[in-house]
DNA sequence: GACAAGTTAAATGTACACAACATATCGAAA
DNA sequence: TTTCGATATGTTGTGTACATTTAACTTGTC
């Protein structure tokens, strides 16, 4: 019950589940930093000790250091010699390239391949919705940033096409955390109220048939968030050369 | 000269070149093993010994670990705790997958992003251009291998868009081993004729400046290379099960 | 007071010995 | 002859001590 693990997910990160112990472990771990990452327990720029991590998960150096190899090659890190392990920012212009890539990939996500959805995905999804209706309440940005992490996942597992899920996985993981960083200073109420009729419209569209239409709702949904991050960029930006009270 | 290690590329796996010696050696170390088992140098099923690794490149095992760890999330190779390391293969179904997603990435190159190439560039794609001539009177499989990596290489670091440079060559890596296995069973002069014609579409498209043909035009390639593959691969199971002729 | 060289501390990278694991081999009993 | 099992062997995973590198601190001099 603490850590779900899903295992109901056959192929989470690249292929077959966890067989022996030692690869359970490392997916484990895995999951668990990258989570703390995106979900900005580690904030950009944050220092991962691996001697540390080591002995909170009561391990030697060496398995520490395979899951940080495999969250370095995701990008979700950087390694320097004789300085340490930091969690990697995106710049503007890294994040925009990301954007409009992620947009054209939302398109393909029901047209390339039908999306793999039981009964089972559906009742998921409708959980979904259910925590996003009591957030409205709520308004907790974590709980909204678990929410969406939970969500996305959950949808992205359905994508048929095998290499085109990896990849879109992939994109979300290394760019949620950007956004996230803004979510503060959003207004919180209409972001969720954005992200609820994404989830009712998602599940509306899966529950027709219409996998093409479900690509094409998460690409309108990313397009506009993606907008309102931005415009709100060059608010700050634009206030804070007026009144210079940014904290640069 | 021995070993070019291309330095003129200031992004071929992640981010900024090597800046340590031990990244230098990383970054050597895998593009030899990666391009070992892209050209079939090791085949699909060959397996990497760690210890033999360690013993031919004068480390330890720790910074061969490292690489195959990077080789394993990129999807070339496999470990198994106490079995070993092998060169992963691709069935049928996914690799019609990801060339369907490889068709949709190639029509993007062009048009997120305009295509980065410099004079270099161009005349770096015309010594390939070359090389095809010359390869129609060798007929080398293992040269024609090479060259189709070389030019791929080159012209995919000419995307603009990072992450789906990125992307592009990733999904390259993992499947043109597999295409190129069937390249010895086809017509070699056919299939260098239709590169030579490739490469020449995509200087003249560059050189007029039209970014989303030179898509349109890999696209087209990628499309019909993968039809002739498939082609083959029926017509040789269809004359397997009706003479028994073949290996299984 | 400012600057520069040496020193110290802390982090990742490396090497090696050992443990855990899977498979092949050999042999004895039914 | 067949089958089951113990054993031998080879492989990757782990733990630990040490080397290498970087940045910050200290200290001495101009």
């Given at each position: 019950m603490k850590t779900p693990t899903t295992d109901r997910d056959p192929s989470p990160l690249s292929e077959a589940g966890a067989s022996t112990a030692a690869q359970a472990r490392f997916q484990r771990l895995h999951k668990i930093l990258r989570d703390r990452i995106c979900l900005l327990d580690y904030a950009p720029g944050h220092h991962l000790g691996e001697e540390?991590?080591?002995?909170?998960?009561?391990?030697s150096r060496t398995p520490i250091r395979r899951v940080l190899g495999w969250l370095e090659s995701?990008?979700?890190i950087e390694r320097?010699?004789?300085?340490?392990t930091i969690v990697t920012d995106v710049d503007l212009r890294s994040l925009d390239q990301v954007y409009r890539l992620r947009l054209e990939l939302a398109s393909l996500m029901g047209r390339l391949a039908p999306m793999r959805c039981s009964d089972a995905d559906l009742a998921l999804l409708q959980t979904h919705l259910t925590r996003c209706s009591k957030l409205r309440q709520q308004r907790e940005p974590t709980e909204f940033a678990r929410l969406n992490m939970d969500f996305c996942v959950a949808l992205f597992s359905m994508i048929g096409n095998a290499p085109l899920r990896e990849i879109t996985e992939r994109l979300y993981f290394q760019t949620s955390r950007i956004w996230l960083k803004s979510v503060p200073a959003m207004d919180l109420e209409e972001e969720i109220s954005h992200f609820e009729r994404q989830i009712f419209d998602v599940i509306e569209a899966l529950r027709v048939g219409d996998h093409g239409a479900v690509g094409d709702i998460c690409r309108a949904h990313i397009s506009m968030s993606f907008n309102r991050m931005t415009l709100l960029r060059h608010a700050q930006a634009g206030g804070a050369s007026l009144g210079a009270t940014a904290t640069a």
């Open positions: 540390d991590l080591a002995q909170e998960f009561g391990t995701e990008g979700l320097r010699h004789g300085v340490g």
